[in-house]
């Protein structure tokens, strides 16, 4: 089994751009999440799904993030009007039903220019 | 209010020798779990050792322990045999009460590790 695929690796974009970027999580788990990491920092939470449904997204900083997966499986993380600040490397993990355990992908190393 | 405190920016151990990492929490939650998290400079997120609020043992997998001490409200981890693989960082989550209708976990600012011949 493979682990949590994110891709691309590395997007660089110009300010005001939209990206995305996707999240493949392991087959069969059913909750995804995503998170923010600052150079320095540790992650930060930014939206959590279990299946289809955004079950947690207080941590989306504001309206210019979005976050779907639509089918309980893949999940696309949408930033519009991209800004400098929101340069980050974006992690996504997954869990199975019943575990405590997050595994995470490589991240999606965004920068803004 | 940090909720995840790791004081140590950085530390050094030679190869063979244990090392600790400290990482303190803050929490009024009696049901919450603790997690350690090694991320080379690959990026990647790996998963080392997680203690639950109520386990009665310490958390042990191979050369990782989790020194928990619950009135000090502290989730040390100690690495065993250090190994020049081991050189990354290293960061201390938690993940509060279920009632919160989340699994979210909230991270220190994390420890360089660095093991040396």
């Known amino acids: 089994g493979a682990g949590v695929s994110q891709t691309p690796s590395n997007k660089v974009t110009e300010k005001g751009k939209y990206v995305e970027l996707r999240c493949d999580p392991i087959s069969g788990h059913t909750a995804l999440y995503w998170y923010r990491q600052s150079l320095g920092q540790g992650p930060e939470f930014l939206i959590y799904f279990q299946g289809t449904g955004a079950a947690d997204d207080s941590g989306l900083p504001n309206d210019r993030f979005f976050a779907v997966r639509p089918e309980g499986s893949v999940s696309t993380l949408k930033i519009q009007r991209t800004e400098r600040g929101d340069s980050a490397v974006y992690l996504c993990?997954?869990?199975?039903?019943?575990?405590?355990?997050?595994?995470f992908g490589a991240g999606t190393r965004l920068s803004v220019l | 209010a940090q909720k995840i405190t790791q004081t140590q920016p950085g530390m050094f151990v030679q190869e063979k020798e244990a090392v600790t990492l400290d990482c303190t929490y803050d929490?009024?939650?009696?049901?919450?779990?603790l997690f350690w998290y090694k991320q080379p400079s690959s990026g990647e997120m790996i998963f080392l050792i997680y203690q639950g609020s109520y386990d009665q043992q310490n958390a042990t997998e191979g050369r990782y322990s989790l020194n928990f001490q619950k009135a000090r409200k502290s989730a040390n981890l100690v690495i065993s045999a250090s190994q020049l693989g081991d050189s990354a960082m290293y960061f201390c989550?938690?993940?509060?009460?279920?009632?919160?209708?989340?699994?979210?976990?909230?991270f220190g600012t994390g420890t360089r590790l660095q093991v040396f011949p």
């Open positions: 929490t009024s939650d009696p049901s919450y779990g």
């Open positions: 989550a938690m993940r509060e009460a279920l009632a919160y209708n989340t699994d979210k976990l909230i």
């Open positions: 993990a997954s869990s199975h039903v019943g575990s405590n355990i997050q595994y």
